[in-house]
């Protein structure tokens, strides 16, 4: 066990020493907190329970039309804006949203003329896509709207569509949440985790990864060999000095995420630890075993760059996996980092009880296992 230790405490100083590990140890992850919390935090905006995404509606002379598309887009989360034209200063910024219909458009619909509407945004095309169909059901709505107004209330007019909306609804849906989570996770409640599980599996595979390489060709695991230690002891005390190189990884991820960003880890804190803990076993074995099958330190450290990236984005890390298509939710469910992150969304923003992660967890142990196995049958001093 002393020569265990020994090796292990060594290799956390000589790593510590590295001005790229204590980069991306403390500088980066607060940096890409605030970077990636940022970007994902308008994903949701628009979404039940969020604040109303604003909209410049351009119409002359709308007419009695006005107050029902008014309605319906109040219903699909937009907050509307009435102009007659849009006229912008030199010095004011161009609306994000802007809703355009053609002019006189009661009069067009009343004498059975079609009538255009163009949608232009700004914003990115994840929340693009949303909003437009948001746009689109608004004014499905409001066509469905004219249609049994005009049928069955008399000619189409304002008084017809009032008594449309009062009329009693024959088919209602209830709509509940799964848990206690309203929203999919977004801003730093989504980049905390996320950039917390794709840093601790970066710095796990670069760092320690080109580090054995870097021992191997130089030698210094041959001269470990003519010490009176045993191979398992080399091992056992490599994986530990990684095993506490992703512990402070994690911890310093968590201060920064609690005290900076006021992040909320839920319920079941204890639970996140055992998650976090149960990844960092993971990282250290997959850190592990990518320096004894590397041959040179840039193709371990280009081999840890990208499988780092892959994984991150793949395992919901960059992103809400909800706004994902099918195939990459699908992904998610095979590769670790979306265990964890799983396992995290559960007991933060789901917060389904600690009970709920224990596959997760069993899948990160098994998974360390696996990758430390094979480590040791590959693992060589020369």
């Known amino acids: 066990m ?21 980069l991306w140890l403390f500088i980066m992850p607060p940096i890409f907190f605030y970077f990636i919390g940022t970007v994902t935090g308008g994903f949701a905006s628009g979404m039940s329970g969020g604040q109303a ?13 006005k107050e029902q598309i008014d309605l319906r887009l109040v219903a699909n989360d937009f907050a509307p804006e009435w102009v007659d034209v849009l006229e912008i200063a030199e010095e004011e910024a161009a609306p994000i949203r802007t ?26 095309s994840l929340s693009r896509e949303f909003e437009e169909i948001r746009i689109q059901r608004s004014l499905y709505t409001v066509l469905a709207d004219v249609i049994v107004a005009d049928a069955t209330a008399g000619p189409l007019s304002s008084d017809a569509l009032a008594t449309i909306n009062e009329a009693t609804r024959v088919w209602q849906l209830d709509v509940s949440t799964a848990g206690s989570r309203t929203e999919i996770p977004t801003g730093f409640q989504q980049a905390v985790p996320g950039i917390l599980v794709m840093f601790t599996l970066l710095v796990l595979l670069t760092s320690s990864g080109t580090m054995l390489v870097q021992e191997r060709t130089q030698g210094l695991l041959r001269r470990l060999a003519s010490a009176p230690i045993s191979k398992a002891e080399v091992i056992s005390g490599k994986w530990e000095g990684r095993m506490v190189l992703a512990a402070i990884q994690v911890t310093v991820a ?5 005290f900076l960003f006021k992040m909320d880890w839920g319920p079941d804190i204890a639970m996140v630890i055992v998650v976090l803990v149960a990844w960092a076993g993971f990282c250290a074995s997959a850190g592990l075993w990518l320096g004894t099958v590397a041959k040179t330190e ?38 670790p980092t979306g265990w964890t992150m799983d396992a995290l969304h559960k007991l933060i923003s789901f917060q389904a009880g600690a009970m709920s992660v224990i596959p997760n967890v069993l899948l990160l142990i098994a998974g360390a296992v696996v990758f430390g196995v094979l480590a040791a049958r590959r693992f060589r001093y020369e």
């Open 2 to 22: 002393r020569n265990t230790l020994f090796i292990a405490w060594q290799d956390v100083r000589f790593q510590l020493r590295a001005g790229s590990t204590l």
């Open 53 to 65: 995404t604003p909209l410049t509606v351009v119409a002359e002379n709308p007419g009695f039309l």
């Open 99 to 124: 809703l355009t219909f053609d002019a006189n458009m009661s009069d067009k619909v009343t004498a059975d003329e079609s009538v255009t509407a163009s949608y232009d945004t700004k914003a990115n």
């Open 254 to 258: 968590l201060a920064f995420g609690t």
């Open 298 to 335: 840039a193709q371990a450290g280009g081999l840890g760059v990208l499988a780092a990236n892959l994984l991150a984005a793949l395992g919901g890390c960059w992103w809400p996996i909800e706004v994902t298509p099918e195939w990459m939710q699908a992904i998610q469910k095979i590769v």
